[in-house]
């Protein structure tokens, strides 16, 4: 759930911070005190268009953070898969606003806003004064179907994609395989040469690292083999001395000394050992500088080779490896093309099967969607009722696309009346504003123990409804907090009384300066507040009593 919110700088809000709780959070407080710019920063943190008027004035940057408690295994293990991991069961989601730009973070460490967006669609859900119109587009409609319904059709439609994916897959290859006999020679003619040209060349993988090796101490062969004859020159051959021949003439200059005393014994031992390792490191360099003579022949030979098999990898292959693979789809390919009706045949007969097994699985998907869609329609058109549309009808409606996709062979849409006599109609031809943003939360409420999000905004749902309605969206409000947390703005008494905890937003002058402000309310500050919301500008005695009645109730 939501737990924390911080906000700085951001229109009126200089900084503001507020701890949220599980179950029916509602927000309200006069027009204008800033309800949407507290909203639209939720909405600039989880990657919403920002530009820079939305800066407080005067400020350099802004900041919107927002703290989230994990504590479901499912969520962790998807936002594992985006290499996202809690901390201390915490993902904070921060946004710094900077002009002309913004910098976008998941606990602490910078993220693209593609993955701040994904990650936040996995956190929130909000449903803006706007989202209803969602309701009017019928590719929505089989989604909440398929959500409803995901115990039932989730296996149904990973196995539809899948053989939607093989009968793609067949059907492009049988598309792309027609051709002409001219075709078909001048095909075979060039997988014969790249074959012949490939095998040809008997290549081995890594011989090309060796061959570079092997060039490369070629090329520097003649520096280094000079700079190794001058070293043993110093330590063997020099005709005016060596090393060698100088140790030898101290080693005798000291024997006398060995039997001197201990010290001049032991310095001794030190030269005779120098002298033999020396005479170990010369014979070492002797062979070292050996390994390293080659012919100018050898030389040819290697660099030609080289250039072959970088020629072949230029043409086939970053690697040998692919370039022998290549050769063996090549060789596939030409048994295809001399073998030409036959192969043919066998990708129509391929095709055939993969469309008739995505048939097959379609028509299961199909099936289980109808099945589950009697019920659906069902508990929303009950919902609706407790809604206040006291005669609705309510109904799912499916065609069979033209087109096969991986999602199946369905198209799907809601159909409503409304009113008595009223013929039932498509939702988007039917359904006023106010009546389409009561539908939706009737559908959320019917997905409240499906969908899994954990957190869910409504920003003023109440718009256009009051008095008996108001008090069943209210009603409706109350059984979504049940199963997750919700946030609401409101400006309805009815809704706000339902409150698990209320907070007032008002916007007050300080520096000559407006600045908007959150608070928690207790239970006498928010009976108040819902006294206020029904009795406007001038609050009664009476209208306190109703106000307290109303908090008793809910």
Known sequence: MLENLHVKNLAL????????????????????????ILLG?????????????????????????LIFSIDNPLLEKQLAALDIFPEDGRIILSRKLMAGRSQSRINGETVSMGTLK???SMLIDIHGQHEHQTLIHKKNHLAFLDLYAKEQVEELKKKTAKAFHTYHACKKKLDESGMDERERQKEISLAEFEVHEIEEASLMEGEDEELERLYRRMSEGKKVTEEISEAYHYTSEGESGNASEFLSRAIRALSDVESVD????????????????LNDFNRELSEYAKSLEFSEEEFYETESRLNEVNRLKTKYGNT???????????????????DYEQYMSELEESYKKSKKSYQKHALALSAARKKAAGTFVKEIQEGLKDLNFLDVQFEMKFSEMETYTSGGIDEAEFYISTNPGEAIRPMGNVASGGELSRIMLAIKTVLADREDTPTLIFDEIDTGISGITAGKVAEKMHIIAE?????????LAQIAAQADAHYL?????????????????????????LA???GGAKVTANIIESAREMKRQS
Request: aromatic share 4%.
């Open 532 to 534: 206020r919301l029904l």
């Open 13 to 36: 809000i200089e900084e503001i911070e507020v701890d949220f709780r599980p179950g029916l959070n509602i927000l309200t407080g006069e027009t204008g005190a800033g309800k949407s």
């Open 118 to 120: 994904d990650v936040a």
């Open 262 to 277: 201990a010290q001049g014994a032991g310095l001794y031992q030190q030269l005779v050992e120098i002298d033999g390792l």
């Open 320 to 338: 040998i490896k692919e370039v022998l693979e290549y050769c063996e789809e090549r060789k596939q390919r030409l048994k295809e093309l001399e």
């Open 483 to 491: 199963s997750r947390q919700v946030l609401c703005i409101t400006h």
């Open 505 to 529: 937003i008002q916007k007050q002058a300080k520096k000559d300066k407006a600045e908007t402000e959150i608070f928690c309310l207790e239970e006498e500050a928010s009976i108040q507040e």
């Open 41 to 65: 920063s939720v909405n600039l943190a989880l990657g919403g268009r920002y530009n820079a008027d939305m800066l407080r004035t005067g400020a350099q940057f802004g900041l919107v953070e």
